[in-house]
């Protein structure tokens, strides 16, 4: 009997151990997961406060009748991405725009829409007066001459930019351990350093950082229209990566590639405010493109867009944005299903 006494006692004491232990190992990875997310947060905003540039004289957009707050508005993103390489004698003054694309966020139904604009766009650019391809922008004023370049064109308000250098589009998709996209055909490129190492089949590849730019930057054997899908597609591929579970430890790579190379006016708090398009997996994202027509009749070439064109996605990107309304009522249920149905309508007209 004293036997199968001191047995169970050892039993109890043994499975008491063993939740004792477990209940430590679970603190313990608490303490710790607390403690590296503290420590992202602490980089982040780091990173954020590094990338600030508040644009001079532009509080908000002119098409705007109030700074809008991306935790409850709907709101636009521009990208900007420059080559301020030395390779080619630029720098972050006068670099030409090589990729353009605006983004809409709609906050109630969690969606993206996203434009791409070709480089060689022939535009009105308010900061000369005068007509010229839309990547001059840059060159002529920085972000800002593009940011109304872009709003002159589209008739849309630009609420933040993003401007970011090659070095950060390398960097960023390295640290997420890359990413899948799409290569439509046989790719022989020059990478960032000018050298021509890129070689890729066409097919779903897995890409690197100075891989993923040489198929973003490539046009030689179709279009910038096709250049600018590509753009979207990665850009779109790199979102959803962002999105997965397996990055979250990889975000202090990515936060500090974007922390050296990268410039925004968005705040540290309005850059949290769009971690809830994640929270739910991955966004809904419906690419956009601008129609035109190859024009070299001046011995230059230059993309003449069609009107009608930038009409129809001006009207679905302000439908998505519900940009005629105050910012108290973006999120209101009966404008969200008439500005859907218009959308609708206008997506469905444009890929005609």
Same mark, same amino acid.
């Given at each position: ?47 954020? %406060?590094?990338? $600030? ?7 908000? +957009? ?11 508005? *709907? ?9 301020? +390489? ?7 003054? %006068? +670099? ?39 990547? $001059? ?14 709003? =002159? ?86 979102? *959803? ?46 690419? @956009? ?31 998505? @944005? ?7 009522? @973006? ?5 969200? =299903? ?9 997506? *469905?007209? %444009?890929?005609?």
């Amino acid at each position: 009997m004293k036997n199968r006494i001191n047995n169970k006692n050892k039993k109890r004491s043994k499975t008491s151990l063993i939740i004792k232990v477990s209940l430590l190992l679970v603190a313990s990875l608490l303490i710790c997961a607390s403690a590296y997310g503290v420590y992202i947060t602490k980089q982040a905003e780091h990173a954020a %406060n590094s990338a $600030h540039e508040e644009l001079e004289g532009r509080d908000v +957009s002119t098409l705007r009748e109030e700074k809008v707050e991306p935790v409850h508005d *709907n709101v636009s993103i521009l990208f900007v991405g420059v080559d301020d +390489s030395e390779n080619r004698g630029q720098g972050s003054d %006068n +670099s030409r725009s090589d990729a353009l694309i605006l983004a809409t966020l709609n906050n109630k139904t969690k969606t993206i829409k996203m434009l791409s604009i070709p480089r060689d766009s022939y535009v009105f650019i308010p900061k000369v007066g005068y007509e010229d391809k839309i990547t $001059h922008a840059h060159a002529y004023g920085g972000t800002l001459a593009t940011i109304d370049t872009v709003e =002159k064109l589209l008739n849309v308000p630009i609420d933040y930019y993003v401007r970011m250098n090659f070095n950060a589009f390398i960097d960023v998709v390295d640290a997420l351990g890359g990413i899948e996209a799409e290569v439509p055909y046989k790719l022989h490129e020059k990478d960032e350093f000018d050298r021509n190492s890129i070689n890729l089949q066409p097919g779903l590849q897995h890409l690197n950082g100075s891989q993923a730019l040489a198929l973003a930057r490539t046009r030689k054997q179709d279009s910038d229209i096709e250049r600018g899908k590509r753009q979207q597609e990665i850009l779109t591929a790199i979102i *959803n990566k962002v999105a997965s579970v397996s990055s979250i430890t990889k975000y202090d790579d990515v936060i500090r590639a974007l922390g050296d190379n990268m410039k925004t006016n968005m705040t540290f708090t309005e850059m949290k405010s769009f971690l809830s398009y994640l929270t739910q997996g991955k966004p809904r994202i419906d690419s @956009l493109t601008l129609d035109g027509v190859d024009d070299t009749s001046t011995g230059v070439y230059y993309y003449q867009l069609n009107q009608q064109s930038v009409d129809e996605v001006s009207e679905i990107l302000n439908n998505h @944005l519900d940009a005629n309304k105050t910012s108290s009522s @973006l999120t209101n249920n009966d404008h969200d =299903k008439v500005n859907a149905a218009g959308d609708e309508e206008a997506v *469905n007209r %444009n890929a005609q």
